[in-house]
């Protein structure tokens, strides 16, 4: 059956009731089926709606797009190795956050949500405020005071209000939390509608593969909307019989900012309490991720690892990316640091993807302090 339902108290919701989280106060998941008719999927227009049947809309009608997804993915050399990289900064806001606003804010539309609350440190928010200023729908974006430059021009010219909070990304969270007791919270990191859209790019790596399952998938790990969404759509290819094994999962953290990665190779029950330091990757600066137990299933499912990286490391990866035409944000570049230490025990013939997912153009200021010349 159909439902959001709760993984702590075991209640279990309509889909079109409106609620981002649980009376219990846990987060929710959603029970769809999804289905996959291939020969129609592979004739319809090039876009992430090309898997209706898998995403659990009601009525077309609601749907709010700007025609995104279904994003190049093309074979490149990383030390040797042949990788698949995924272009995910090709999407009408500059990162592969629009998969999940997309699907939510169509939700919301559905639901007949008139405010929209977000807090991000930038992509989120663009591509939420993005989809709510398509779909005619107020937004209120958090932000951290020191979000950068780029992201929160790019927020306000889609018209949303910008909150500023000073302090950490949590101080921000639980701003933008309070505000929600009134509103509906179109959050990445709570919202499982949101899950519902980066979902897609477990589908389309399997399309793009002719119908076969990666080996391997490396992305950069902080609320883990895209390493949960791919978790989440690789398991419904396996539910349909597309794919018979999941991939294994690789989360990528910044060493000055890794709660999971000490988790994991803990071993520990809970996401310890963290002294966070600066990183360059402040995307996934995240210090106490929601579904942080989440993760850790899901890449021991699927027998992943996660690693960590150093900013020296992502800085060389950030040059090394450009070098060959690539220019994707800091935060991007976390999974191609990743990549490098992965690549150094991979197995020969393994398919690896790798999603770069945000643009370089939101991030001038960082990228010239690094000093690239
Ligand atoms: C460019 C970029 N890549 C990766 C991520 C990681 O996403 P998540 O926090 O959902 O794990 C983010 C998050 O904001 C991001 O902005
Ligand atoms: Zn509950």
């Known amino acids: 059956m159909a439902g959001l339902f709760c993984g702590h108290c075991k209640r279990e919701y ?21 289905n996959f008719p291939i020969q129609e999927i592979m004739g319809r227009a090039p876009n992430l709606w090309r898997y209706r049947e898998s995403i659990p809309l009601a009525r077309d009608g609601n749907i709010i797009s700007m025609g995104e ?3 190049p ?20 806001t500059g990162s592969f956050k629009d998969r999940g606003a997309s699907v939510l804010v169509s939700k919301m539309r559905e639901l007949g949500v008139k405010d929209a609350i977000e807090d991000s440190s930038g992509n989120a928010g663009c591509a939420i405020a993005a989809y709510c200023a398509k779909g005619k729908i107020d937004c209120h974006i958090y932000v951290p005071d020191r979000a950068p430059v780029e992201k929160l021009t790019q927020i306000g010219m889609y018209g949303s209000s910008i909150e500023r909070i000073s302090g950490d990304r949590e101080a921000v969270a639980a701003a933008a939390l309070r505000a929600a007791e009134q509103g509906y919270y179109a959050s990445h990191s709570w919202n499982p509608f949101f899950l519902q859209g980066t979902k897609t790019l477990a589908f389309e790596v399997c399309e793009q593969l002719n119908w076969r399952a990666p080996n391997t998938l490396i992305v950069p790990v902080g609320n883990g909307t895209l390493l949960l969404g791919a978790y989440i759509g690789f398991r419904d290819l396996l539910a349909g019989g597309i794919i018979d094994k999941m991939p294994r999962l690789i989360g990528v953290q910044a060493a000055p900012c890794s709660p999971l990665f000490q988790m994991f190779k803990g071993g520990l029950e809970d996401i310890p309490p963290i002294t966070q330091g600066d990183t ?36 060389e990866s950030l040059r090394m990316m450009g070098r060959v035409g690539y220019y ?11 990549a490098k230490t992965y690549l150094k025990g991979a197995t020969p013939g393994e398919t690896i993807v790798i999603p ?10 960082k990228m010239m302090g690094l000093g690239m010349d």
Do not use: N
Request: hydrophobic letters at 45%.
């Open 328 to 338: 994707i944000e800091p935060t991007s570049a976390v999974a191609i640091a990743g």
């Open 69 to 71: 997804g279904f994003t």
């Open 14 to 34: 309509s889909l079109d009731e409106v609620l981002w989280r649980c009376e219990c106060g846990s987060v929710l998941d959603i029970e769809f089926e999804a």
């Open 73 to 92: 993915m093309v074979e490149e050399d990383i030390d040797g190795v042949s990788v698949h990289l995924k272009l995910e900064y090709m999407f009408p």
């Open 280 to 315: 360059i990757a402040e995307g996934i600066a995240i210090a106490k991720p929601i579904r942080g137990g989440q993760i850790i299933e899901a890449i021991k499912e699927s027998k992943g690892d996660i690693i960590s990286v150093r900013d020296s490391q992502i800085q």
């Open 356 to 365: 770069l997912t945000g643009t370089g153009l939101k991030a001038t200021q």
